[in-house]
Each structure stands twice: as structure tokens, then as C-alpha cells.
């Protein structure tokens, strides 16, 4: 099936699907893999030294000739110099994370990089489509790693409402009812994460995966309020440990606790002391398969349960 949305014309891929820039996770192997399935792979900056993000770049370039997207995490104390060798490398698509991109959007959309910030409210949206962002990724709270505080259901329509470009609706969703649904909010696309963890081409640790498939419905927390930076991560030792850190507010242990466990939840497959950042979709989540089949899957789900409700996608 084909759905073609703005999203889609916008970035030039089949499928309105962005894969998540997962940090430490979403590699130039992932990104190619979702971009040669017709959606929009994303490589995840995260705290990446330049030169590795560069090389990521391209790796991917060379696994694929349609368009892949880099996540910048605006957190990382030398994201000025990742924005400019993201520049230098000419990528087609930037998507934000974290923080306010206003002081790059001139410089990425003046060489014609398509800049979708992710936002978690309304007032960001809309100050980023001012400034010229190209679509808006509004992401909800079931979002794993670093979210905002309102839900996709309640966030998506707002965002559709409150801003004339598209928006990707983005948190909870994991399959194709979650992005049929996205749809009747007013979504043009969605993106996908925690699915994407599963897939046979990401190259997080084997145990990090096996630690998604296990999760249930309720066996996601957020870690961190205290910090003023919440992350939603898998239960574990750790996530016990930082909530009690953040019961008693001890914020610079908590920070200090909670530095480098991703990468050894990612690298390592540390599941107990490791940061299982992952959504609470996690639970839906139930196999490892090719990214392209995660890709196709969804878009025939999606397919069904728009023509169950009487919104059968118009194009064959
Ligand atoms: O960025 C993410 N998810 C992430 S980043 C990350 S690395 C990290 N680790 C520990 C603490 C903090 C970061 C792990 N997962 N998702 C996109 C996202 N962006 N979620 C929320 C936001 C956001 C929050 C505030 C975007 C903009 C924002 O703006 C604040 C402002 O300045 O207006």
C-alpha cells in the first residue's frame, strides 16, 4: 500500500515512516535499513564524537542512495561542531532532539537540509515553524529516553491545530493501529522507535533486545525529574537506584549515576546496571525481524485498520 501524505513529498520516501534517532542504538546499518524499506532511516547523534558521526554518514551513504536523516541531541556540550560537519556532509534530512535548534535552522535550510524538530508542546512548534522548520515530530510521553509531559493522543491534534506544516506523530507508536490512529489525529507520518530496537539490522547488544521483547505493559519508568531531564527507560536495578535518587532529590548523584549507562546497556548488554532507554510500545513489541518487514508490516496493518473504520487509503 502507498500513503502519501506531505511527509512523504516533503522528504522523498515511500512510507511515512521516520525511524527514532536513537542514541547509541539507531547506526548508519538501522538507518539504511529503514531508508531501503521506503522510510526515513535516521542515524543518532546522541553524544557521538564528530569524527564517528561522520564516518556514520558515510557508512550509510554507501548502504544506501535514497535519503537518511541525522538526529542531532542539542544536549551534547559540542553539537556546533556536529551541526557543522553535518553541513560539510550535505545530509538530506536533520531531526532535533532535546532542546530549542533555533540557532542552527538558518545555516542547515540555507543549503536545503530538511530540519524537523521534535517538540514536546505546542509553543515550541510553533516557534519552530516561524523560524522554518519543514514538519514538526510532536513526541508524547510514551516515548522512551527523554521526553516531554503530555501524551501522544492529547499532543498530536494540538500540534495539527496549532501549525500549517506537517507534523509526525511520534511516542506509543509501535505498529499499525498506532499509526492508523496517529492519522485520525491529524498526523502526515509517524515515528517509530522502540520496534526499531528489534529489528535484525540494529546493532544494540543481543540482551538489550531480548530486554524490549520481555517487556510488558507496565515495566517502563521515568527515571530523572529531578535533573529537570525525565528519561523513560525498562525497569531494572538502575531505574530502582535512580528513583530512589530522585526521591530524596540528589540530583548530582542521580547525574552522576546515570552518565555512560547507555552505552552499557547498548554496547555492553548490561541489562541491570545499563540505561534501557524504550518506550512503553516496548510491550508491543514481540520479535526480531528485518527492518523492511517492520516496515511493511506496518503499513498493512495500518491499511487495515483505516479501511475497518471506512478510511480506506485512496492509492493501490
Ligand atoms: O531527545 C529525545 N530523546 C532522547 S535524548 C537522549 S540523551 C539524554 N540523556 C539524558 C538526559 C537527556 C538527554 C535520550 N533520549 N527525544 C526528543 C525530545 N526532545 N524529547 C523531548 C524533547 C525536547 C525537550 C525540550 C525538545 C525541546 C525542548 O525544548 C526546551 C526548550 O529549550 O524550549
Redesign the pocket.
Known amino acids: 500500500m502507498a500513503l502519501r501524505t506531505r511527509l512523504t513529498e516533503l522528504l522523498g520516501i515511500e512510507h511515512p515512516i521516520i525511524q527514532g534517532g ?2 547509541w542504538t539507531a547506526t548508519a546499518e538501522l538507518a539504511a535499513a529503514v531508508s531501503n524499506a521506503g522510510g526515513l532511516g535516521i542515524i543518532g547523534a ?1 553524544h557521538m564524537p564528530t569524527d564517528l558521526l561522520r564516518e556514520q554518514i558515510r557508512r550509510a551513504k554507501q548502504l544506501t542512495d535514497r535519503p537518511f536523516g541525522v538526529n542531532l ?1 542539542l ?1 551534547t556540550p559540542h553539537i556546533d561542531e556536529l551541526v557543522q560537519m553535518v553541513l560539510d556532509e550535505h545530509v538530506a534530512v536533520v531531526t532535533t ?4 535548534p533555533s540557532r542552527y535552522m538558518a545555516a542547515l535550510k540555507e543549503i536545503g537540509i530538511k530540519v524537523l524538530p ?3 508542546s505546542v509553543a ?1 512548534a510553533k516557534r519552530m515553524e516561524s523560524i522554518g522548520a519543514d514538519a514538526i515530530i510532536g ?1 508524547g510521553m510514551e ?6 509531559d503530555l501524551t501522544t493522543m492529547v499532543l498530536t491534534p494540538q500540534l495539527v491545530d496549532a501549525v500549517s506544516i506537517p507534523v509526525v506523530a511520534a511516542g506509543g507508536i509501535a505498529d499499525g493501529r498506532g499509526m492508523a490512529a496517529a492519522f485520525a489525529l491529524g498526523a502526515e507520518g509517524v515515528q517509530v522507535g522502540t520496534r526499531f530496537m528489534c529489528a535484525e539490522e540494529c546493532t544494540i547488544h543481543p540482551a538489550a533486545k531480548q530486554a524490549v521483547l520481555k517487556a510488558k505493559d507496565r515495566d517502563t519508568v521515568v527515571t ?1 525529574r529531578s535533573t529537570g ?1 525525565p ?1 523513560r527507560v525498562i525497569k531494572n536495578k538502575l531505574s530502582r537506584m535512580l528513583e530512589e535518587l530522585d526521591r530524596e532529590n540528589r540530583v548530582e548523584e542521580l547525574e552522576s549515576l ?1 552518565s555512560g549507562k ?1 552505552a552499557l546497556a547498548m554496547r555492553e548488554g548490561d541489562t541491570s546496571m545499563g540505561s534501557l ?1 524504550a518506550g512503553q510500545a516496548a510491550a508491543l513489541v514481540c520479535r526480531i525481524q528485518p527492518a523492511a518487514e517492520i516496515v511493511t508490516e506496518m503499513m498493512d496493518e495500518a491499511e487495515k485498520a483505516m479501511c475497518r473504520l471506512g478510511a480506506c487509503p485512496i492509492e493501490g
Request: glycine content about 30%; hydrophobic content about 50%; aromatic content about 0%.
Open positions: 536513537m542514541a546522541g541531541m544536549l532532539g532535546a532542546g530549542n521534535i517538540a514536546p515550541l513526541e516515548a522512551g529516553g527523554h521526553i516531554g530523572g531531564h528519561v546515570g547507555l532507554m
